[in-house]
T-cell receptor, first 113, second 113 residues
Framework: ETGVTQSPTHLIKTRGQQVTLRCSSQ?????VSWYQQALGQGPQFIFQ???????GRGNFPPRFSGLQFPNYSSELNVNALELDDSALYLC????????????FGSGTRLTVV | AQRVTQPEKLLSVFKGAPVELKCNYS??????LFWYVQYSRQRLQLLLR??SRESIKGFTADLNKGETSFHLKKPFAQEEDSAMYYC???????????????FGRGTQLTVWP
């Protein structure tokens, strides 16, 4: 059984650029969620994908967007990067619609300079 | 609105001492609560979920709806328990059985030898 894998592990971007983060969900999981974790804070929900459709969104602007593919892998895209976007981005997958918990990836550390 | 509060950012105990990590929540619906743990240089992983009423690694947590609490307890702390602990509440989105997690800011537990 494979876990959740995220790429890249670290990334440095310049303000105003665009970034794409990738996530492969755990085998058998059809739901993928993305979270942003700023330094010293708990993870904050960005959005969730179920069967390739966005299903739930947190308090993040439209420049945060995503995709889920038929194999349940997912991408997080952030346009017009701002300094405050610097954070750890976590991907989590779940089966059972999340009732039994989520499996998290190791995250992508994004630094915007 | 839902909120998860972990009042202690840092908690230190000696090996063999009891430990309690506090978690309070506010949520108008029926809560589903989890504890996640992150050991040094490892990914976030599920420790407990309240629906299972289980004990993992000697930890237990009881949902107290009257006090809106879900404190994590262990009678005899071990050095390997040192980690960051996050309390999380799962809220189902309206019209959906899918949900999202709301995390507290976390408590860093240090167990001294």
């Amino acid at each position: 059984e494979t876990g959740v894998t995220q790429s890249p592990t670290h990334l440095i971007k310049t303000r105003g650029q665009q970034v794409t983060l990738r996530c492969s969900s755990q085998s058998g999981h059809n739901t993928v969620s993305w979270y942003q974790q700023a330094l010293g804070q708990g993870p904050q929900f960005i959005f969730q994908y179920y069967r390739e459709e966005e299903n739930g969104r947190g308090n993040f602007p439209p420049r945060f967007s995503g995709l889920q593919f038929p194999n349940y892998s997912s991408e997080l895209n952030v346009n017009a990067l701002e300094l405050d976007d610097s954070a750890l981005y976590l991907c989590a997958s779940s089966g059972g619609q999340g009732m039994y918990g989520y499996t998290f990836g190791s995250g992508t550390r994004l630094t915007v300079v | 609105a839902q909120r998860v509060t972990q009042p202690e950012k840092l908690l230190s105990v000696f090996k063999g001492a009891p430990v309690e990590l506090k978690c309070n929540y506010s949520y108008s619906g029926s809560p589903e609560l989890f504890w996640y743990v992150q050991y040094s240089r490892q990914r976030l992983q599920l420790l407990l979920r309240h629906i299972s009423r289980e004990s993992i690694k000697g930890f237990t947590a009881d949902l107290n709806k009257g006090e809106t609490s879900f404190h994590l307890k262990k009678p005899f702390a071990q050095e390997e328990d040192s980690a960051m602990y996050y309390c999380a509440l799962r809220r189902a989105d309206r019209g959906s059985t899918l949900g999202r997690l709301y995390f507290g800011r976390g408590t860093q537990l240090t167990v001294w030898p």
